[in-house]
């Protein structure tokens, strides 16, 4: 199987993009408009869920050619018997309770149809699991996700490590990818092939004991 070499134009990389859009299951495509200026891409429109909103930004960043999306996507429940937020804070807090591996820690305040999630937290992938236990409730419309990590000790070799842990990825061959960190924070950047080379290097990158935060600077070069 031969690649397609990689899109150029606006036209082109938009076309694709409500393409990917049409490709997914759980996506009405045509309630989403779709723009590109010199790959950026806009998402506008409507979608009954939370979820679909999210999964629309990820299909548009699976295409080739997109630099970045902006998301104007709303929510517009068409469920009929709509939760009301007593329903919704319930469903939460079973949720919370239920998924393994979410801290007692983790709080959330629902105000209409928006959750925000509080809490102090070891690690980063336990504020990612309580934020997409929360955003497939039914009735949720967006989630902030204000969850923090605990205070952690720094260390001269941490950029060391994270580097070579981004060495070792099979994913990340051929990728230019640096390294910097100051206190607790770490400063990716350089330049990936794909959007998900880009997750995949944070996604390492909080996998060190020394980080609390990170600013992700990476830049997609698909040409």
Known sequence: MSIATPLRSDHDVQTAVEDELDWSPELDAASIGVSSDDGAITLSGEVSTYLQRTAATKAALRVRGVRTVVDNITVHSTISNTPTENDIAKSIERALEWTAGIPT????????????????VEWNFEREDARRAIQRIKGVDYVENLITLRARPKDASAAKHITAALERNASLF???????VTDTTAKLTGSVHTWAQRRTAEHIAWSSPYVTHIENQIIVSWF
């Open 174 to 180: 051929g990728t230019d990818i640096t390294v910097h």
């Open 105 to 120: 820690t983790v709080k959330a305040e629902v105000n209409g149809h928006v959750v925000r999630l509080t809490g102090e």
